[in-house]
């Protein structure tokens, strides 16, 4: 059972009679694409991965956010820390590759060396220099959080005091002051505990480049209105008219949808892997929207993770995870238990993804046109368009 008390209502119930999509300048226009990375990629909590991904000692990724390159990295200590890609010396993109495993971060133009820790130990030649303190030159942090395992980075300056705000209220976070990524999730303390989020694995990573805006991923994720006519499979075992939402209003929001006794979403309609974890309603699938990057889709056997990163207003990256419980691979590994298949529910998504990017795409074409005027939402759409209510308050 869930901890949370906001009761599940029908989608359909938490409508605003007269709600309209956004404007077409929100999809198309250079002006509203700069705001958005400067109220929100560079204000809000960012999804940059998962702690397994990067296991091991000396373990990093490389994610860029808006037009800055990060180094997500795991230290002796086993703590993940996050720094700007960027040399104290003449600023030299540090490491290119997008994920890697090294001892030390040492720059490729004069050989400045770093610790994981991000603490310079080596610079040649430069105690010949009067004043200089290596203390002084370590390489620039980035705010960086762990939620159920998933890594988040926040490009508020924290060093700047006047951004670090007692008991911010989210007024205040939307003329940038930062929240701490623990009060930012505080509604959704306790939410997710079943599914083990924190020690899950992805069995895969795909990595879509769609040409459209990525607030329609938004839209398009937060409504089954679509199902009957773009995901026939997925309609066959799971209603399109069942979703149910206990987040209707907010940066979070999404509730279930039904899933047919016995199915799964898989392409067999069989269940896939071992349960992520004691899932005592094998009939329910919780989707789920994190502003503003992430698609939280929790199945009883795994979880799905979309990621978005908004390249132009006509362009998104989209990257998608799998990830099941540890335990699923090793029983795999050994031959022995429930079957693991994941690709039994990858190729499932795969398809359904590529259904959803598609239509995607023609929104967006048709939204560029000069006949596109805001269309009214359906009552099946109560929850795009709360996600659009909330996306306005970061954006005018
Ligand atoms: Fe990095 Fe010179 S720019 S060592
Ligand atoms: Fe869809």
Known sequence: ??????????????????????????FVSPEVFAQEQAGIFSKQWVLVGHQSQIAGTGDYIVQQVISESLIVIRDKSGEIRGFYNVCRHRGTRLKEDACGHTSTIQCPYHAWTYGLDGKLIGAPHMDDVPGFDRAEHSL???NLAL???????????????????????????????????EEWFAPLAGKFSHWNMSILRSAKRIEYDVRANWKLMFEN????????????????????????ND??????????MSINKGKSLTMSGNACALSVGKIENLQ????????????????????????LWPQSPERTLILCDWFFHPDAFAVSDRGGGPDFNPDDAIEFWDMTNKQDWHVCELSQQGIASRAYQPGPYSSRESIPAAWDREYLRYVR
């Open 147 to 181: 939620w159920e395992g998933f890594i988040f980075v926040n490009l508020v300056d924290t060093r700047n005091a006047s951004t670090r705000l007692r008991n911010p209220t989210a007024r205040q976070a939307e003329r940038g002051g930062y929240i701490p990524l």
């Open 140 to 142: 620039h942090p980035v």
């Open 284 to 307: 329910q699938v919780f989707y789920y929207s994190i502003f503003p990057n992430m698609l939280l889709s929790l199945h009883p056997e795994y979880v799905m993770v979309h990621q």
């Open 221 to 244: 994720y937060s409504e089954c209105y679509h199902c009957p006519g773009v995901h026939p499979m997925l309609s066959k075992v799971s209603p399109y008219d069942s979703a149910e």
């Open 247 to 256: 987040l209707c209003e907010g940066p979070f929001l999404g509730g279930f």
């Open 1 to 26: 059972m869930h901890t949370t008390t906001p009761a599940f209502r029908k989608t359909t119930e938490t409508f605003a009679s007269g709600a309209k999509t956004l404007p077409q300048r929100y």
